[in-house]
């Protein structure tokens, strides 16, 4: 194979590699507004993706801690490193790593104690100051699927 052939063959594998890059940036972009300047995500009660809203429990408050713990650690590359409590609320806390580029982020699950029930809140937050290009919201909206899943499979 010639010079002029190789060359050729790595400009056409170098386009088809930005165009796959680019698609997959496309795809995984769920909201233009915020993904490129948003590095953090919460749930909260107003938020505008009905994904988003906090979770209401009547369980005890141990029994929730436990759940997100085998919930967070039913996503593959989430690390558990420990629980938090303050006068309001007890935090389970995760660190997710990404699996190519090791880019992190940091998870923070809350428990506030309302009387007769539960509310289930939390946040993300990329550790690179940057759009984090939608991951945050994705790791809210995964976590609490996982959640519900554990808690529609525990016997009250």
């Known amino acids: 194979m010639n010079e002029f052939a190789r060359r050729r063959r790595n400009r056409i594998r170098l386009g088809l590699a930005a165009a796959a890059g680019a698609a997959l940036l496309f795809w995984h972009t769920d909201d233009w507004s915020r993904d490129f300047t948003a590095h953090e995500a919460e749930i909260a009660l107003y938020a505008e993706d009905p994904r988003l809203q906090p979770l209401y429990s009547t369980r005890p408050t141990v029994e929730l801690i436990e759940a997100i713990r085998r919930a967070g650690l039913r996503i593959g590359n989430w690390e558990h490193v420990g629980e938090a409590a303050d ?46 290009l939608g991951r945050n919201p994705r790791n809210l909206r995964r976590i609490l699927r996982e959640l519900r899943s554990v808690l529609e499979g525990a016997v009250p």
């Open 87 to 132: 006068a309001e609320s007890t935090q389970v806390l995760f660190v997710r790593t990404h699996r190519l580029l090791r880019f992190k982020d940091d998870i923070t699950m809350r428990i506030e104690d309302l009387g007769d029930r539960r509310r289930v809140t939390g946040e993300s937050r990329s550790r690179l100051a940057v759009g984090d």
